[in-house]
C-alpha cells in the first residue's frame, strides 16, 4: 500500500533553533516529492524533489531527497516566528497518483 | 482508520458537460476543504465547510462551480457546465478542528476537452 509518513507530527522551538521536518515514503514508480508550508488556507508550494543528493536551497529552507532510503527532509535553520506552520508532503508516484502526508505542525516560540 | 477518499480519480469530459466529484471525509471531521491545482505546482483554496455549513467559500472561481455538504458528511463538488480551465486535480482534506491538520484526499484529476 503507498503511503507518506510525516514526522514528527508537531514541533516546538524557539526563535533562531534549527529544525528538520522529514518525510518518508513507500510508493510504487516514484515520480517527484513536493514540499508545502500551510498557514491558513491553501498550501503555498516550497521545493519540487526529483533526485537523490540534490540539495534545494531557498533562504533559509532547503531540502534533499534520499531515493534510496525513501525520505526527504525540510531543514530551517535560524527559525522565526513566521515559520509557524503546518508542512505538508506529498508524493507523486505511478499512473499519475498523489499522495499527501499528515503533515507536520511546527510552532516557533519568541 | 480511513484516510479522506475522493471520487473518481480521474474524469475526462467534454467542454459544457457537467461533472460532479466527491469528497468523504474522515469519520468524525467536521471540518472540510475543497482544493485544486490548475498548473504547475501550486493548490488554490477553494472552499471550507464546518458540518454542512459553508465557512468560507472565497476561493469558487465563478457560478459554474457549486459544493454541497448535505448532512455534514460526504461533500460534492459540482462543475456546471465545465469550461477548458478547469482542468486540473481537485484535492479535498479533513480536520477534526479549525486550525488542526488537514489529512489530504489523492485527488481527482478533472481534464475537460
Known amino acids: 500500500e503507498d503511503k507518506v509518513v510525516q514526522s514528527p507530527l508537531s514541533l516546538v522551538v524557539h526563535e533562531g533553533d534549527t529544525v528538520t521536518l522529514n518525510c518518508s515514503y513507500e510508493?510504487?514508480?516514484?515520480?517527484?516529492l513536493l514540499w508545502y508550508k500551510q498557514e491558513k488556507k491553501a498550501p503555498t508550494f516550497l521545493f519540487m524533489l526529483?533526485?537523490?543528493?540534490i540539495e534545494k536551497k531557498s533562504g533559509r529552507l532547503s531540502s534533499i531527497l534520499d531515493k534510496k532510503e525513501l525520505f526527504s527532509i525540510l531543514n530551517i535553520t535560524a527559525t522565526q516566528t513566521g515559520d509557524s506552520a503546518i508542512y505538508l508532503c506529498?508524493?507523486?508516484?505511478?499512473?499519475?497518483?498523489?499522495?499527501f502526508g499528515t503533515g507536520t505542525r511546527l510552532t516557533i516560540i519568541p | 482508520e480511513a484516510g479522506v477518499t475522493q471520487f473518481p480519480s480521474h474524469s475526462v469530459i467534454e467542454k459544457g458537460q457537467t461533472v460532479t466529484l466527491r469528497c468523504d471525509p474522515i469519520?468524525?471531521?467536521?471540518?472540510l476543504y475543497w482544493y485544486r491545482r490548475v498548473m504547475g505546482k501550486e493548490i488554490k483554496f477553494l472552499l471550507h465547510?464546518?458540518?454542512?455549513?459553508?465557512?468560507?467559500e472565497s476561493g469558487m472561481p465563478n457560478n459554474r462551480f457549486l459544493a454541497e455538504r448535505t448532512g455534514g458528511t460526504y461533500s460534492t463538488l459540482k462543475v456546471q457546465p465545465a469550461e477548458l480551465e478547469d482542468s486540473g486535480v481537485y484535492f479535498c482534506?479533513?480536520?477534526?478542528?479549525?486550525?488542526?491538520?488537514?489529512?489530504f484526499g489523492p485527488g481527482t484529476r478533472l481534464t475537460v476537452l
Open positions: 482534506a479533513s480536520s477534526r478542528g479549525r486550525g488542526g491538520l488537514q489529512f
Open positions: 510508493v510504487t514508480n516514484f515520480r517527484s
Open positions: 526529483t533526485s537523490s543528493g
Open positions: 506529498e508524493v507523486n508516484f505511478g499512473n499519475e497518483k498523489l499522495t
Open positions: 469519520s468524525g471531521h467536521d471540518n
Open positions: 465547510f464546518v458540518k454542512e455549513s459553508k465557512q468560507d
